[in-house]
DNA sequence: CTCACTTATTGTCAGTACGACAATAATAGG
DNA sequence: CCTATTATTGTCGTACTGACAATAAGTGAG
């Protein structure tokens, strides 16, 4: 050891001259609503490390890609979801723990992607099932996740509850042209709790920007036609759809 | 072309055994205020690439480092400022575009933190010198940025933004005890705008959490004393302290 | 010591937004 | 035609906001 200050007179030598490689990976939380229930795809590992157990998709990122390009890819691979039908996709944060690989040191920059009508997912390359789960299941514990892909998927889901916020990202959960109802269902879902019906249909029509409306309606349900609207072009709400919190009496 | 897919029958086969490996680094937005004004830490390079240009602190993530513990090594290299000292660090975005440093692949982690009364940095290392500049110099394009490192302190800049709005950050860039006065003049800085004095002191003593009262008072300005505060235990606003859009009359 | 000046803090007030909930509108099914 | 169901609009009291006036409590000049 006495060597090594001696052999390097300026202490940074060590890391200008050769930084460590690492392998970088991404790593997906695709959220979606089925039956008024937040999702999340999850894949059934079918190679080691975590062989069997459930994790978020994923795979490195090749030489020449970018981080995004490398999203999009997997997303596509593992849904058949092209960048133009997914609703939105964003970078969440990157993991890159020592540890969180059991087999090499793995940074991992994960990404969230809003899907509306996620379909029914296929198994294939190292995956050995592919299903479409409730987000509270898989966060439960009771299915426990590879790596460290319970946190990444927390903060996937935090972030999303976070941005319906002041946000227009719940638009993106439904199709191209949705009810208000629907709109709402999407917010109750991520955020686990029922919002007063007369109360957000007036807030979202005077959050300029948020939905348009169309001269549509919808057909087929039981009560009143709803009118149909479409995405509107704010990206930020002003003002914001706070959460409420129940008046004292 | 032809023999692409036949010479590989799995098509996940060239990314499952061979990831490439990158650098991976670690990029620091730290902000601080320097009479009134929003200031960040920059550094002028040493060596190439980008020799003689401005850029921020970072360096590469040691082999056995987490991203977090490179983040707090660098701050404290380039600053002194320990882990306790700084107010706020968090991890602010990762760009992994393949172009960003001409010499090879650089994956780098962005992280934001926020120090008060940052003491006069000295350059050392691959810094030809080292300063605190504002932020409106640093981005206005004069002083051309090495890398993507415009891109990375917009986002932090923003990210501070938008954070002022919903979470006690602001705090973090005073001392231990401070005036609400002092606390408006972080707000009026980072957002760039004038806020009403009266207005603000109700809304922020009305957030519960945000600040507690000391018994202590300011000395020495001229005008009535105020009172001195610390930082609450509240994290999160609630209610959160939005950005006000004048009132049309 | 008194007064002007400066800054801090509290008050006032009208307009607005919100949550709770009532009322009305428009369809389907019997 | 009647009822159930859902959509949409109204009502109302409270709370909050922004604009700005008023008061409190120091400093420094003379």
Redesign the interface.
Known sequence: MTNKSAAQP???AS??GL???????VDLVILTLREDTLCALAIERG?APFRGRWALPG?????????EAAALRELEEETGVDAARAGHIE?L??F???QRDPRE???S?AYLAIVPDLPEPRAG??ARDARVLPVATLLSGKVPLAFDHARILDAGVERARAKLEYSSLATHFCAESFTIHALRRVYEAVWGAPLDGPNFHRKVLNTPGFVVETDQMSSGGSGRPARLYRRGGAIQL???L?RA?PRAP
Chains 1, 2 share one sequence.
């Open positions: 300026r202490r940074r890391r200008a930084p460590p490689r690492m392998a970088v990976a190679i795979g490195f990122v090749r030489a020449g890609e970018s981080l970078q944060a990157t890159g723990d020592p040191r793995v940074v920059v390359g190292d002003q003002p914001p706070l919190e």
